[in-house]
């Protein structure tokens, strides 16, 4: 008795043969695979770099804030620096050396405020020792003052309210006394 074989069979045992020879080579396959482990191994070294970068110029970022934070802080409290007749509050005399804040206070300079601050002249046309032409007073214009210039323009007066003039005073009083003496020669002639 011979072995018969269904077609399904055959075209099952046929077709794994071809596809595991021709398309599905194991060799390639594993040749493949420890390719992208290498490639992986290397993007994840590359990536804890680029990890440790990031990290360290987060933490220099944090640094550089909190110190512009703690000079600002000592900008803002400059008054409480020392004196040689009075010891600040970061500088006790029970302790054998100032605090940290107290050095940093002597430090950091105290800026006037710029509503306090002069006002800058620069020479005009940029050239110094070159006397600037005069020019008049337009509004938008600034006022030009031999070779230098105010930083602001000057601008044009508030336009208020004209206040009557004393003529107009009297013409109205003049006008209201004329009237009210006609309502009285009419009253009276009517009394007589």
């Known amino acids: 008795m011979g072995v018969v074989f269904n077609p399904s069979q055959i075209q099952k045992l046929w077709r794994g043969f071809y596809v595991r020879k021709y398309i599905h080579n194991f060799y390639t396959r594993k040749n493949y695979l420890n390719g992208v482990l290498i490639t992986n191994e290397l993007v994840r070294r590359e990536m804890d770099k680029l990890e440790e970068v990031h990290r360290r110029e987060r933490e220099n970022f944090q640094m550089m804030e909190k110190e512009r934070e703690r000079a600002n802080q000592a900008h803002r409290s400059h008054h409480l620096l020392s ?4 010891p600040g509050i970061f500088n006790s005399p029970f302790r054998p050396a100032p605090d940290e804040m107290e050095q940093l206070l002597r430090q950091v300079k105290h800026h006037t ?3 306090m601050a002069p006002r800058v002249w620069t020479p005009l046309l940029g ?11 337009t ?3 600034s006022l030009v003052i031999g070779r230098f210039s105010y930083s602001r ?3 044009p007066p508030i336009v208020s309210r004209e206040k009557p003039t ?6 109205w009083r003049q006008a209201k006394s004329t009237a009210v003496e006609g309502d009285f020669k009419r009253l009276r002639g009517s009394d007589c």
């Open 139 to 141: 509004p938008g214009s």
């Open 113 to 115: 405020p710029t509503s």
């Open 166 to 171: 004393r003529p107009q005073i009297n013409q």
């Open 127 to 137: 050239l110094p020792g070159t006397p600037a032409p005069r020019s008049s007073r």
């Open 153 to 155: 323009p000057i601008l």
């Open 83 to 86: 004196t040689k007749q009075r």
